[in-house]
């Protein structure tokens, strides 16, 4: 019984033995690369055990320690311009001579680089009044500003400056004195704005143009001293309703809101506005000088010359630009009646009265036969 009980524990023993044998085993296969990483890092060149030869290796070459790139891992995001965040899909757009980018209650022009220098004018209108203001005469329609304005570029300051543009004085181009005509006279800086973003070949321009249609800024429409109110609009009760664009001007409706005090009586007032900004031709149109044996509404401009003895002025009318088509210029230079380039148009308001619109549009259209003593017909229309 005692012989049977030593060789089981012998057995027993000898389990244990091989079982200690093949851990220790297990151990040195994971200690192995530990121990031959260990002698890369302090000999060089380094010799590697692998698969019983011996081989010159870095731990590099071993793929070790190499880390994966994020570009192994997933594709890089790359990042959005300042242009494509104002004008990307999230942006309201309206496409016209200015493009419109509206994001939540900011609104961005986007003016071409082609147009810089162009002139323009600026046209401001009462579109809705309070009762205070109609029981003073002034109505809805009231026509109070208008300018003529020209975007400038300068970008060592990064801005777009608006420039008012004032009429010279007359002065041949051939006379010494003209030099000094242009030294002597300079149309003022209204407005500038910072440079918001460019598009990739710096032909688009955006700028960020709350400012002027929001009542802070009164360069471009200055309502409550051009009705003689004398005072400001109230930041935080005036907002831009909406700018709307098209093919040769920029439309800017506003609800702006000034506070009248007179005596011990205050009085709040809004009133809501609209403000056009109209690209004028290219080619400006021939001045015609004013005669005494008719009758027109006229503007004077100083004219200077190398032979005068002192400064004249010379009175130009205002009148309409009726052309003939190029196609018909040698018919109307021959007398015959032609239909002009562009006719006079006198828009009927919808909120005129049926019954007497027709009326208003036989008064219109009955100044054609006069026109047509000049060489034109259908040179004025009235449409509803």
């Known amino acids: 019984m005692v012989f049977i009980n030593i060789r089981q524990r012998e057995r027993v023993n000898g389990v244990i033995v ?20 260990a002698g890369v890092l302090m000999c060089e060149p380094a010799v590697l055990l692998h698969a019983g030869t011996s081989d010159f290796a870095s731990p590099e070459a071993m793929g070790w320690f190499r880390k994966k790139k994020k570009s192994e891992t997933k594709d890089s995001v790359q990042s959005k311009s300042d242009y494509e965040k104002l004008t990307g899909s999230d942006a309201i757009a309206r496409k016209g001579m200015f493009n419109v980018y509206q994001k939540k209650s900011d609104y961005y022009f986007e003016v071409p680089a082609r147009l810089l220098g162009r002139d323009m004018l600026v046209v401001n209108k009462l579109q809705r009044v309070p009762s205070e203001l109609n029981e003073a005469g002034v109505n809805r329609g009231t026509n109070y500003e208008n300018q003529m304005v020209r975007f400038e570029l300068d970008k060592a300051a990064n801005k777009l400056l608006v420039r008012q543009s004032r009429p010279l004085p007359l002065a041949p181009d ?39 249609y929001d009542g802070t800024e009164t360069s471009i429409n200055n309502v409550f001293t051009n009705i003689n109110l004398g005072t400001s609009a109230i930041k935080n009760l005036s907002r831009i309703l909406s700018i709307k664009a098209f093919e040769n001007n920029v439309v800017a409706t506003s609800e702006l809101t000034t506070k009248v005090t007179e005596g011990t009586t205050t009085v709040f007032v809004t009133v809501e506005v609209s403000s056009s900004l109209l690209l004028l031709p290219e080619k400006p149109m021939m001045g015609r000088l004013d005669s005494p044996r008719v009758g027109y509404f006229t503007n004077p401009l100083l004219n200077y010359s190398d032979g005068q ?27 015959e009646l ?38 034109f017909k259908n040179a004025i229309v009235a449409r509803e």
């Open 18 to 37: 091989a079982l200690k044998l093949e851990f220790e085993l297990m151990k040195l296969k994971t200690i192995l690369p530990v121990v031959a990483v």
């Open 174 to 212: 051939e006379d010494a004195i003209r030099q000094s005509v242009l030294d002597n006279y300079i149309s003022p800086l209204i407005a500038g704005f910072k440079i918001e973003a460019f598009n990739n070949d710096s032909t688009m321009i955006v700028v960020k143009v709350n400012d002027i």
């Open 309 to 335: 003895q002192r400064v004249d002025k010379k009175p130009f009318i205002t009148r309409w630009r009726l052309e003939p088509k190029p196609e018909d210029r040698e018919r109307y230079l021959r007398g």
């Open 338 to 375: 032609v239909e002009p380039a562009k006719p006079i148009v006198f828009y009927i308001e919808n909120s005129t009265p049926s019954r007497w619109r027709k009326y208003i549009k036989q008064g219109i259209e009955d100044w054609q036969a006069a026109f047509e003593r000049a060489g």
